[in-house]
């Protein structure tokens, strides 16, 4: 025990040399995902629909990795193994992927149309099945590999107004844990990051409703909403070696939301 004890140091969190994918990592939080992998040691392969990727590009090489980036509509299945097949091109491996690409709509239940509900699940679960299964062929050969999912507070509640997002944060919980179960015996972890509420353009108008906003910092401990950065060191520690014992987890970063 004592020489297990004395075998460990931070170099366990450092991703030197690593391969990270991450998906929607050209704004909010899959940028500080892709920021703070790089800032750990790791050269970055973004993902996106939209090309508007500068501003994630210059804080990627200001901390002296490597950004290269892909633009691809997740939906669509071809993209898919492109993703994976262009990475390699460029890297040579896969050691992380971060499956940060996602979408919502708001509508009220019964008025919920099955457009918006197919364009949701098809975004937020689907995608990210086929792609972590595309990129898990690349992690078997290689026996190590790394993939976070991004859940939700909604992997644990039902919420209003979000359906199809509460039936695929759901899901994605599950699939963490299927995946994990299968994938464990060839050193390839999964778990995932469940954010609480978060400060990004996509809270903005929540955060501009004085009645919901004071309602949502009533119910979190902390006081506040979370600030991006408050997600990265998650990131970087399930990205890592220090977290090689930890499987099919699904870990809340929410300022005590699930607490209360």
Same mark, same amino acid.
């Given at each position: ?70 633009? @691809?509509? /997740? &939906? *669509?299945?071809? $993209? ?30 019964l008025e ?60 994605? @919980?599950? /699939? &963490? *844990?299927?995946? $994990? ?35 949502i910092l009533?119910?979190?401990?902390a006081g ?37």
């Amino acid at each position: 025990m004592g020489n297990d004890l004395q075998s460990f140091s931070l170099d366990f969190f450092s991703l030197k040399d690593k391969v990270a994918i991450v998906t929607g990592g050209n704004s909010g939080l899959g940028q500080g995902y892709a920021v703070a992998l790089a800032k750990a040691g790791a050269d970055i392969f973004i993902v996106a629909r939209n090309d508007n990727w500068a501003q994630t590009k210059q804080l990627i090489e200001e901390t002296g990795r490597r950004a290269e980036f892909f633009q @691809a509509d /997740l &939906t *669509k299945r071809e $993209a898919l193994k492109a993703v994976t097949d262009k990475c390699l091109e460029v890297y040579g491996k896969i050691d992380i992927l971060v499956n940060n690409a996602g979408t919502i709509r708001r509508a009220p239940l019964l008025e919920y149309n099955e457009e918006d509900w197919d364009a949701v699940i098809e975004t937020n679960l689907n995608s990210l099945y086929l792609l972590s299964q595309e990129v898990a062929k690349v992690m078997v050969k290689q026996k190590s590999g790394k993939i976070i999912n991004i859940a939700s507070m909604l992997s644990f509640q039902g919420g209003k107004f979000v359906p199809p997002y509460t039936a695929s944060k759901h899901a994605v @919980a599950g /699939l &963490t *844990k299927a995946f $994990a179960n299968e994938l464990a015996e060839y050193n390839i972890q999964i778990n995932a990051i469940a954010p609480g509420y978060v400060a990004t353009a996509n809270t903005a108008p929540i955060r501009a409703d004085e009645k919901r906003n004071a309602e949502i910092l009533s119910r979190i401990p902390a006081g506040r909403w979370a600030d991006p950065s408050d997600l990265m060191g998650v990131a970087v520690f399930l990205a890592s070696r220090a977290s090689d014992y930890m499987n099919g987890h699904i870990l809340a970063i929410d300022g005590g939301w699930l607490a209360r």
